[in-house]
């Protein structure tokens, strides 16, 4: 089975820098909605998953125009609790803000999640998702998403480091999964990059993002 993690287009949260996580429903900008394009060549037997938060659903119905969308509330974005919308500039001397910097991003946020949770919230998510794609014959899984629920997901399959797979806005990762006849994920192959739904244009641009360090990854 191919399943494609695909990042929402820009939203302006994305623009300012903010934690826009699953407290914060912002929708994509005009810009945002302009990068992307219809995805060509979906293969027939394929489904779409997608996060019930608004930026992900608009992307989802400008990528996949001719699939039904299928809600997964456990592929959300990550609940960043007390830094939710807000970035690095307005956190910046807060001793908790601190602490999880220093923890390299990993330690619990003040009332939300760690990366550790969210990352098993997100397989729980992923597992879902399969195990529909499975009962309805599907070999393609196509999941629109969120920037943390594809570094949840890659680094899980994968045993490779969280902040590895930052990718920006409406990119993505295509990855080969090995499922039982219950739908349960045995394996991960081999990954690519996915930009098919991204204009040309846009392919090079993301907005800066924060490296566990707090400095600007530009």
Known sequence: ???YLIRHGITEDNIELLFSGCRTDSPLTREGMDALMAVENVPENSMLFVSPMLRARQTAEIMFPDLKQTVIDEIREMDFGAFEAKNHKMLNGD????????????????????IAVFKERILEGLKKAVQIARKEGADNVYIVAHGGTLMAAMSSLTG??????????GMGYCIELEADDAGNI??????DRFCGGLRDGYRDWRPPQYTPSGEMDR
């Open 95 to 114: 001793p908790d803000y601190q602490a999880w910097l220093d923890s390299g991003g990993y330690m619990k946020i003040p009332g939300g999640e760690s």
């Open 186 to 191: 045995v394996a991960a192959g081999s990954y």
């Open 1 to 3: 089975m191919k399943c």
């Open 160 to 169: 490779e480091d969280y902040f590895d797979f930052n990718v920006p806005n």
